[in-house]
């Protein structure tokens, strides 16, 4: 697997064009609604466990709606849960019979979800995990049951050959959990390859060149992947940072509480200000539905997008240090642009800021169209003629139209 360490190599640029994407939770957890982590924090018996298969008939799964949900959000690609740690897949598999095609649903999900994206036009992502509950062996380790393991690490290698041989181009390939407490390692940084992530590696870069992979298979991959959390300052490489809409759960739990979209808004600024996409994960109910709170504040994002899209998609981060935000929001850029996402509207008429060297020959308010005046004074940029009212709730985009390439300044 090459990693991909400049952002605008052939290969991942679409993907750093893009900066948002959908993250989809769903699987048999769904129908107990405590989060996709419950086979294992709850000691379900397997039996009981397995059971869940026979009443997991979701009647509304509809990849179509959650694809056009993810349009209407802005969202550019997405990424389901092909198979999470409990080993329940929702494709077809000759590995195991714990799947949705094999019991009550007969449905292959990712079957249609793959359809759906490619339908819609958006970049399709297969989360797969390395982490297999099905195995004792993987809490085992590789040391005390070799032979375990090595069933373990064949099952890893043949389903995901499985789900990248048939359904057709997949763009992005999100592993996960290769850790656990028996070797510990950073993610992608696993000594000794006991995953055989290099063999797996290279199978892949000859079954679907292009494809993009994340940095929990085993190998450093394509992308790095903060989750839960949007780094500060500029990172080096590519990341995307995955977060839950609500406060804890990745998987469907209704007493959950949501985030407000000033906050996801916030989240996905922060990010592309530093340079990294934003992976936003919903977690759609047992009947295959994307739960209201979460359908109404993607929609909302969907429409600021609409207006200040052009702040984020296609951007890059100006500011090359920790210093990445300006008193009163974000900076990012594109060609000889500066694009300042205020996130705090200033009740004085006026903003102000010193991280910009160049002169400015235009400046729009993108929510209005106004044109407001720019003044330089010394190291300050002084922008005026802002009512003071914000113009566009939660945020709004000042657009400045420089002399040349955006270029940073720094005031120690
Ligand atoms: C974690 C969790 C998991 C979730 C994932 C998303 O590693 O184990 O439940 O799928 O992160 O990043």
Redesign the pocket.
Known sequence: MAVSDNPNSEKIRWFTNARFGM?I?WGLYALLGRG??ARYTEAIPPDEYHALAQQFQPRHFDATAWARLAKAAGMKYMVL?AK??DGFCLFDSQYTDFTSVKSAAKRDFVAEYVAACRAEGLGVGL?FTVKDWEFPAYFDGPERNPQGWAALVDHFHNQTKELLTNYGKIDILWF??PDDANFRGGWGEQTPDVWRSQELGAWIEEAQPGILINNRGGLPGDFR?P?QTIPHGSQPGVFES?VTMTHKH?GYCPADPYKDVWRILDELISCVAVGGNYLLNVGPDPEGVIPLPACARLLEIGRWLETHGEAIYGTERLLPDWWDHTSTGRITTKDNIAYLIVQLWSPTGSLSLNQLQNDVRRATLLATGQTLTVRREGRRLLIEGLSPLPPALPFNVVKLELDGPAAAQFYY
């Open positions: 993250f939770h996709e982590w849960t999470h740690h989360y996960d959990c992947t989750e995955c990745w």
